[in-house]
């Protein structure tokens, strides 16, 4: 099932490169003994220019992707992160930072990384619009060029209010900003590794140049992550356990602190804190592929043609963040987060009386409302966490559910 022989027809038409960066990462696996960490054959099925999943021209959100996120299921949770953010962009105005504009703009910028579609910039620039705190800019650090000119499509139709103030970045900015820091469903899409405790000790689980698993002893840095997971855990992991890391989170949140010189880093994505997540029941991981809306754990399958990921470690982040100098001001599901910032007055508003089709948008934003909300979908297996600096008070948002001493 992993040969070139094994995609689907009209996935060769939904990307006519595909297979062509199997012959490198053979090479690249032969060239370094027969072998590759899990992490560098996802920076090349995944990121390769031209040849990695997000920066290949197929559809990967919505109906003609493979996966479904939150802002594309509904615009009620760009709607409701817009509610969340109001006051902390308002705050910075009545702050000093240069006050408002005539059009109700604050000096504060809004910075989303991985945009994908750009639904969730729509979202969020609409409703700050009609709440009257529109930041100075709203940036967009996209490393895909693909998705970066599918998001140039659809916010180009936004009002020329709106779609003026976004402005795609290449790096993050070299001064740091104050504002908000948006990341929805980054942080999973970063590389990790990949081991497995032996009675012995631990292996790591790499690539073959056959593009298979293979195993190889874990190095020094390995058995250290094993040891700080182990740590948090009441007995060590159980022989024949499967599981991931990802060391490069610590990396990725410090980056993203000394960005942020003042206000709040809003991360969502599927995870867990580090006792939860490597509970002895998660013995074969959490690794997952996702190619057209089917999620399976072939991650050589289709390389370059499906999503492959990993649930975060919270923990982790939180400890990275608290390193760079970032308070967690907050950590939840998804599903209390946007109660707590008002879903509840989205799915009430209506637009003048409650006729006919006005009571069918209510009912269908009550349905969108579901699937964000349900456990069994996005509603709890989804977390939302806030990392503040120089934000004083309880972030909107958090003030249902507090789980951060599952962290």
């Known amino acids: 099932m992993s040969s070139p022989e094994a995609y689907a027809p009209d996935a060769r038409a939904h990307n006519p490169a595909a297979g062509r960066e199997l012959p490198a990462l053979a090479a690249r696996a032969e060239a370094r003994g027969g072998w590759l960490g899990f992490d560098e054959y996802l920076e090349q099925v995944l990121y390769a220019p031209g040849l990695g999943y997000y920066s290949a021209g197929a559809a990967k959100f919505g109906p003609q992707g493979d996966f479904t996120t939150a802002p594309e299921r509904s615009p009620l949770f760009g709607y409701s992160v817009a509610r969340a953010i109001a006051p902390l962009l308002a705050s910075f105005a009545a702050g000093g930072d240069g ?5 109700g703009a604050t000096g504060a910028e809004v910075l989303e990384l991985g945009a994908g579609s750009g639904a969730l910039a729509e979202a969020v620039l609409t409703r700050l619009a009609t709440l009257g705190v529109l930041p100075r800019r709203y940036a967009i650090l996209e490393v895909s060029a693909d998705l970066r000119a599918r998001q140039r499509a659809r916010l180009s139709k936004l009002p020329a209010p709106l779609a003026g103030r976004i402005e795609w970045l290449d790096a993050l900015p070299a001064t740091p900003l104050r504002g908000v820091v948006l990341a929805n469903e980054v942080a999973d899409a970063l590389p990790f590794r990949c081991l497995e405790k032996r009675a012995q000790g631990c292996v790591e689980r790499g690539v073959a140049a056959a593009l298979q698993w293979a195993e190889q002893p874990a190095d020094a840095a390995l058995l250290a992550e094993l040891a700080r997971v182990e740590a948090a855990l009441e007995a060590p992991l159980e022989p024949g356990y499967r599981t991931e890391v990802c060391p ?9 602190a000394a960005t ?3 206000g709040l880093l809003l991360l969502f994505d599927y995870g867990l804190g580090r006792r939860e997540l490597y509970h002895p029941q998660r013995y074969t991981g959490t690794l997952r592929c996702h190619y057209r809306h089917r999620a399976h754990d072939d991650p050589f399958l289709f390389p370059g043609l499906q999503d492959i990921t990993a649930w975060v470690d919270f923990t982790r982040v939180a400890e990275a963040a ?8 907050g950590y939840c599901t998804q599903a209390a987060f946007l109660l707590s910032a008002g879903l509840p007055a989205e799915i009430a508003v209506a637009d003048g009386p409650l006729d006919g089709a006005a009571l069918r948008a209510q009912l269908m934003r009550a349905a969108e409302a579901r699937a964000l909300l349900q456990p069994d979908e996005m509603g709890e297996v989804f977390k939302a966490i806030a990392l503040v600096r120089g934000v ?4 909107p948002g958090f003030t249902m559910q507090d789980l951060r001493r599952l962290l």
């Open 260 to 262: 942020l010189g003042e």
């Open 322 to 329: 608290s390193d760079a100098g970032l308070e967690v001001a």
């Open 99 to 103: 006050g408002e504009g005539g059009d």
């Open 392 to 395: 004083p008070g309880p972030v």
């Open 248 to 256: 490069r989170l610590d990396a990725w949140v410090a980056s993203l």
